[in-house]
């Protein structure tokens, strides 16, 4: 029970289809929608942290058009959406102090939503992956997406709320 207000339908969707896959043994699909959801998450933040910077910042604007697009694999928004937060803390940090996010808090994110991505390449062919699709494995990343999902969405909204 994450308890987000405002989260994205398809979001909430992939996380409930991860929790089925689990419940049916089906590990693999389970990383594939827990996948979906924590890239999802990074995406709206990614464009709600844009939206702070105005439409005026030609960075802002980049990293919103970025994030959403298809050319960008998910490694590489993870990397600018942090880089992005990272190198604008004097906007960014009394947003994330009101809602009790600290920088290492979205840095520990980004690190599962990493390890999450790597046990996800599965599906690719060809591709080996440094975590097995186990029920182990999936178990803890499953339990470890309540606070980094948290985390990520709760930034999101004071950003977005932040917006004139």
Known sequence: RLSLPNLHQKIEDALRDAV?????ELFVPSLVMLGKA???VWIELGV???????????????LAEGVVGP?????????????????RQSTFKPLSQQV????EDVRTAMLWSDTLRDA???IHHRVSTSTDASYEIVA???LAAVPHLQTIHLLKEVARQSVP
């Open 140 to 142: 803890t990343l499953l």
């Open 120 to 122: 996800r390449n599965a």
């Open 38 to 40: 924590s890239e999802g």
């Open 100 to 103: 009790g996010v600290g920088l």
């Open 48 to 62: 709600a942290l844009a939206g702070v910077a105005g439409p005026d910042d030609a960075k802002a604007k980049k």
């Open 71 to 87: 050319e960008m694999g998910f490694a590489r928004k993870l990397r600018e959406i942090l880089s992005f937060y990272e190198g």
């Open 20 to 24: 089925r896959c689990f419940r049916a």
